[in-house]
Nanobody, 123 residues
């Protein structure tokens, strides 16, 4: 049974930093591509960042480039999202997701999802 569990969400002031973590179980971690998505109230879920099997390839939404960094530790079955210079517009529920295949931006292929963790950026 595949399980993805996010943690690290919370409330932070604009300009601050937050680090999210995704713990995965029930799958062969090193063969999956992982991504982070977010969904703000009244908006559709959007792609934020993704990372390939080996971690050698990453991809980011334009809105977070230069501020967010995705990484993975295959030995610990974890994926992290380091978020710096946070803005109020980043407020959303963040989700960890996993897919087979190497195409990070083929978002319809993400088959496994975590429960989400709330990130709130205040002024």
């Amino acid at each position: 049974q595949v399980r993805l569990v996010e943690s690290g969400g919370g409330v932070v002031q604009a300009g601050g930093s937050l680090r999210l973590s995704c713990a995965a179980s029930g799958l062969t971690f090193s063969t999956y591509t992982f991504g982070w998505f977010r969904q703000a109230p009244g908006s559709e879920r959007e792609f934020v960042a993704g990372i390939s099997w080996s971690g050698s390839s990453t991809d980011y939404a334009d809105s977070v480039k230069g501020r967010f960094t995705i990484s993975r530790d295959n030995a610990k079955n974890t994926v992290t999202l380091q978020m710096n210079s946070l803005k109020r517009e980043d407020t959303a529920v963040f989700y960890c997701a996993a897919k087979e295949g190497s195409a990070i931006r083929r978002t319809t292929q993400y088959a496994y999802w975590g429960q989400g963790t709330q990130v709130t950026v205040s002024s």
